[in-house]
C-alpha cells in the first residue's frame, strides 16, 4: 500500500512541477509582450496614424504587440493549455502594467479585448492583399486613421505587426517548444 501512496505522491508532485514550468514560461513568454515599442515605429504611427501623438502611438503598439502574442498562442502552440496559460499571464500582467492608470483595468481589459477580436479578424482575413495588409490597416483605424490611408502606410503598418508576429512565435517556440518530426520508418 505505502508503495502506492509513493507512486501518487511521486506522480502528483511531477504534475505539480510541469504545472508550475508551465506557468513560469508564460510568464516569460507575457513579459516579452510588454517589451516597449521601438522609438522609430512609435513616431512613424504618430506621423501617419495618430496626428503626431506619441504616446496613443505606443499605447496602441503594445496593445497590438499583447493582441498578436495572445493570437500566436491561440493559433501556433501545441498544446492547446499554452493558449490558457499565455491568457492568464497577459491578465495578471496588464493588472501590473505601470502605463494603466489605477482604477483603470477594467477599461484596459476591454480595448486590449477589442484589439485581440479586430486583429483576429484581420489575420483570419486572406481577401484582397491578404492578412498582413488588413493588419496594417487594423493598426492605422486604431490609431485614428479613419479615411484611406496610402498603401505604403498599410505596407509599413504590416511590417511592424508582422514583425510583432514573427517575434511572439519566436519566443513561443523557445519557450514552450516546437514540433518534432520524425523519419518515417522506411519499408
Given at each position: 500500500?505505502?508503495?502506492?501512496?509513493?507512486?501518487?505522491?511521486?506522480?502528483?508532485?511531477?504534475?505539480?512541477?510541469?504545472?508550475?514550468?508551465d506557468?513560469?514560461?508564460?510568464?516569460?513568454?507575457?513579459?516579452?509582450?510588454?517589451?516597449?515599442?521601438?522609438?522609430?515605429?512609435?513616431?512613424?504611427?504618430?506621423?501617419?496614424?495618430?496626428?503626431?501623438?506619441?504616446?496613443?502611438?505606443?499605447?496602441?503598439?503594445?496593445?497590438?504587440?499583447?493582441?498578436?502574442?495572445?493570437?500566436?498562442?491561440?493559433?501556433?502552440?501545441?498544446?492547446?493549455?499554452?493558449?490558457?496559460?499565455?491568457?492568464?499571464?497577459l491578465?495578471?500582467?496588464?493588472?501590473?502594467?505601470?502605463?494603466?492608470?489605477?482604477?483603470?483595468?477594467?477599461?484596459?481589459?476591454?480595448?486590449?479585448?477589442?484589439?485581440?477580436?479586430?486583429?483576429?479578424?484581420?489575420?483570419?482575413?486572406?481577401?484582397?492583399?491578404?492578412?498582413?495588409?488588413?493588419?496594417?490597416?487594423?493598426l492605422?483605424?486604431?490609431?485614428?486613421?479613419?479615411?484611406?490611408?496610402?498603401?505604403?502606410?498599410?505596407?509599413?503598418?504590416?511590417?511592424?505587426?508582422?514583425?510583432?508576429?514573427?517575434?511572439?512565435?519566436?519566443?513561443?517556440?523557445?519557450q514552450?517548444?516546437?514540433?518534432?518530426?520524425?523519419?518515417?520508418?522506411?519499408?
Amino acid at each position: 500500500m505505502s508503495g502506492r501512496i509513493g507512486g501518487q505522491l511521486s506522480s502528483f508532485l511531477e504534475v505539480w512541477r510541469a504545472n508550475r514550468s508551465d506557468r513560469a514560461r508564460a510568464r516569460a513568454y507575457v513579459a516579452t509582450l510588454f517589451t516597449e515599442p521601438s522609438v522609430e515605429a512609435a513616431t512613424w504611427l504618430a506621423k501617419h496614424g495618430t496626428r503626431g501623438d506619441v504616446d496613443h502611438a505606443r499605447w496602441e503598439l503594445r496593445y497590438a504587440r499583447r493582441s498578436l502574442g495572445l493570437i500566436a498562442a491561440q493559433r501556433d502552440a501545441l498544446n492547446d493549455q499554452t493558449a490558457s496559460l499565455v491568457a492568464r499571464a497577459l491578465s495578471a500582467a496588464l493588472a501590473r502594467d505601470p502605463y494603466v492608470a489605477a482604477g483603470k483595468l477594467r477599461v484596459s481589459e476591454q480595448q486590449l479585448n477589442t484589439r485581440l477580436r479586430a486583429y483576429s479578424e484581420a489575420l483570419a482575413n486572406r481577401a484582397g492583399a491578404g492578412s498582413a495588409w488588413h493588419l496594417g490597416r487594423t493598426l492605422l483605424r486604431f490609431a485614428g486613421r479613419v479615411e484611406g490611408a496610402p498603401p505604403e502606410s498599410v505596407t509599413q503598418a504590416s511590417d511592424i505587426l508582422t514583425g510583432y508576429l514573427t517575434d511572439a512565435n519566436e519566443v513561443l517556440l523557445q519557450q514552450f517548444g516546437g514540433a518534432v518530426f520524425t523519419e518515417p520508418p522506411s519499408r
